[in-house]
């Protein structure tokens, strides 16, 4: 397949084969010359639909580092605005020779949807509630670097469940690497199909913590809700934040992670954030020899 379209299209010898190659990828980076020439062949459009920072600087970077041509869009600032169709944006830009489009949308499926009608290799950077397939490549990839291997570790995901392509695509990777997985946030921002992914629920936030090795403290996405669903920020923050207190209180040194961007104060507080414990800024730097590797292995694929 000449796409990433979501975790639940990849098998476990897809995940490894990706890290293996983050791994050359990392060292790479971390060389004075930051570059390989691979893909000085290879066009690459970005186009965000929906507001980023680390996806779509990510990207671009992993894309140079490659040696790639690049090009952004910005469908704020584009014709989009004036009702052009995404397939036409997208069949406009192919036809100036792009070989490869990395797309973030707000709609649940807009990448499945671009690969059906589209003649290029498509990359999903986060596709409204469903997926974020690079996202969770770079957290497994950072507790695999954390913790040695997945395999075995029990990852708690605190937050709103509902309403993140963050959890759905951590919850698909991480059970088919052979971690546990339990979610923790309030009722009704875990969805009903949730245990049957084969994740278990807690809604004591110090019960959840108390287990796990990994909690990964997700953001409440307001811009995706369209009913407030628990009372105010400051009851979700005294339920379901973390603090240095809670995390103090453990009996455990856990492992804390945030995809990014952070609501300071409200899922998690800065001493947590900032602490030694936190690998959030690991997970950005790893973000980009991850995604080096996944647009170097689907250019593998592509007649050149
Ligand atoms: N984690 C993440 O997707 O962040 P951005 O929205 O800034 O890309």
Not at 159 to 174: E, M, P, T, W
Not at 204 to 231: G, H, T
Not at 259 to 268: L, T
Request: hydrophobic fraction near 40%; proline fraction near 3%; include cysteine.
């Amino acid at each position: 397949v000449n796409h990433l379209l979501g975790i639940k299209y990849l098998k476990k010898e897809d995940i490894d084969l990706i890290f293996k190659t983050a791994d050359h990828f990392k060292e790479v980076i971390n060389r004075p010359i930051k570059k390989v020439p691979s893909l000085r062949d290879i066009t690459i459009a970005n186009l965000f639909f929906e507001n980023s920072t680390r996806t779509r600087l990510s990207f671009e970077l992993a894309e140079k580092r490659l040696s790639a041509d690049v090009i952004n869009f910005s469908a704020a600032s584009s014709s989009v605005k004036k009702g052009e169709t995404l397939i036409d944006t997208v069949n406009n830009i192919l036809a100036m020779k792009v070989d490869m489009v990395v797309m973030r949308h707000p709609n649940p499926g807009a990448g499945i949807f671009l690969s059906k009608h589209v003649d290029a290799s498509i990359i999903n950077a986060g596709d409204g509630t469903h997926e974020h397939p690079t996202q969770a490549l770079l957290d497994s990839y950072s507790i695999r670097e954390k913790l040695g291997e997945v395999k075995g570790k029990k990852v708690l995901i605190v937050g709103d469940i509902k309403h993140s392509r963050v959890a759905l695509s951590n919850i698909f990777a991480l059970k088919m690497q052979g971690a546990e997985v339990k979610v923790c946030g309030p009722k009704t921002l875990i969805p009903k199909y949730i245990e049957s992914l084969g994740v278990s629920v807690e809604t004591n936030l110090v019960k959840a913590l108390e287990w796990c090795d990994v909690a990964n403290m997700l953001r409440v996405q307001n811009e995706r809700m369209e009913i407030s669903y628990f009372p105010t920020t400051r009851e979700y923050t005294q339920q379901f934040g973390l603090n240095k207190q809670i995390l103090d209180s453990l009996n455990k040194q856990i492992v804390v992670m945030h995809p990014g961007p952070i609501n300071r104060g409200v899922e998690i507080t800065s001493d947590v954030a900032d602490s030694k414990q936190a690998i959030i800024l690991d997970q950005v730097q790893n973000g980009v020899a991850v995604r080096m590797a996944v647009i170097y292995l689907l250019a593998s694929k592509i007649n050149r």
